[in-house]
Every structure is written in C-alpha cells, then in structure tokens.
T-cell receptor, first 112, second 111 residues
Framework: GENVEQHPSTLSVQEGDSAVIKCTYSDSASNYFPWYKQELGKGPQLIIDIRSNVGEKKDQRIAVTLNKTAKHFSLHITETQPEDSAVYFCAASIGGYQKVTFGTGTKLQVIP | ETGVTQTPRHLVMGMTNKKSLKCEQHLGHNAMYWYKQSAKKPLELMFVYSLEERVENNSVPSRFSPECPNSSHLFLHLHTLQPEDSALYLC??????????FGPGTRLTVL
C-alpha cells in the first residue's frame, strides 16, 4: 500500500519567516495530495490540495509544489503568523479522495 | 449545529466496559469515516461507509464495531478494549468521495 513520509516532525520559525514542510510518497499511482491543519482540540481541516496534473498551486500565503518524478510534495507558508501554529498533515490518495494515506504530521510553532 | 459533531468529546473506560462513540454530520454528505489518531503515528483509517454500506474495513479488531443507521449518523461501538486503544477517534464525512470534513474527535482513554 501507499506510504507517506513527512519531515520535519517539529518546526519553529519567527513570525514573518517562511515555513516549509516536505513529504514523499511511495505509490506512483497516487494522484491527489491534500494538506490538513489541525489546531488543538479540533479535527484536521483541509487547507490546500493539489492533483498530479499540476506542479504548483497557491492560495494567498500558502503554496504546494509537487514533483511527480521524485514523488515529493511540499507545503510552503510565507509571512507566517502566530495563528499558523498547529500540526500540519500531508496525505496522498489514489484514484480520488476516498481512501487517503496520511503522513505523521509536523508541529509548527510560530514565535511572535 | 453545523459541520461534523462528535460525542462524547472525552471518554474514560475500563477494559470490561461497553461504550459507543457517536458522530453526526449536518452537511448532506453520502460517505462517513472513522479514523484513529495516536501520538507520533499517521491517522489510521478504520472504516468507511458510503450510502450507508460499509465499503472499507482496514483489518480493525472486532472489539470495534461500526454502525451507520442513516447517511447522517455513524456510531463506533466499543467493548473489551485494551490500553493501546487509547487515542483520539475522528469521524469525517464527504460527498461523492470528495474533500473530507472532520469532526473534533473523541479522546478515549482505556484503563
């Protein structure tokens, strides 16, 4: 089955700096890659996603890049703010959205 | 109440107890999911119900028993659990296999 690895497990950045989280996946058939943000006491929330026919997608301060050849995808957050502090999960799925394999999560701390 | 709700939010039970977790979605979705979230591990998909039929069961021990009486409600019945079953149990829903919306989870502690 699919295996998703995520790094780093923790990340501390100064407010205003950028944060990058990286993931790799094992199954070349995976074609959908969502990113979730989980705040304390809440369930994960989708923040951005990308399909395999696209190399990059951006939504305001958040961007995701995908390298299908290397089976890597990354989340980039620019101009970080304290409210960006949370646990971020990458994920991969094959053939749609239903069965999703998650990474182990990155705890991001933005220091004011 | 909007989105996906879960009750109770916290549950402590002994290994011989029987309890149930409840999930309700107010989004009109046709698929519901149970996930287990343990520290330092990826989210583990346990069960998927689509149109009230179980379509996925990821080798979950029989001490976990799901029930989906209608498209809005999902239960997870628990009996004779083990301490290693202590975790955050998350419910999610989606429409036609699209984006999943998660509830806040039930924090389960098995003594």
């Amino acid at each position: 089955g699919e295996n998703v690895e995520q790094h780093p497990s923790t990340l501390s950045v100064q407010e205003g700096d950028s944060a990058v989280i990286k993931c790799t996946y094992s199954d070349s058939a995976s074609n959908y890659f969502p990113w979730y943000k989980q705040e304390l006491g809440k369930g994960p929330q989708l923040i951005i996603d990308i399909r395999s026919n696209v190399g990059e997608k951006k939504d305001q301060r958040i961007a995701v890049t995908l390298n299908k050849t290397a089976k890597h995808f990354s989340l980039h957050i620019t101009e970080t703010q304290p409210e960006d502090s949370a646990v971020y999960f990458c994920a991969a799925s094959i053939g749609g959205y239903q069965k999703v394999t998650f990474g182990t999560g990155t705890k991001l701390q933005v220091i004011p | 109440e909007t989105g996906v709700t879960q009750t109770p939010r916290h549950l402590v039970m002994g290994m011989t107890n029987k309890k149930s977790l409840k999930c309700e979605q107010h989004l009109g979705h046709n698929a519901m999911y149970w996930y287990k979230q343990s520290a330092k591990k990826p989210l583990e998909l346990m069960f998927v119900y689509s149109l009230e039929e179980r379509v996925e069961n990821n080798s979950v021990p029989s001490r976990f028993s799901p029930e989906c009486p209608n498209s809005s409600h999902l239960f997870l019945h628990l009996h004779t659990l083990q301490p290693e079953d202590s975790a955050l149990y998350l419910c999610a829903s989606s429409q036609n296999g699209r984006q999943q919306f998660f509830g806040p989870g039930t924090r389960l502690t098995v003594l």
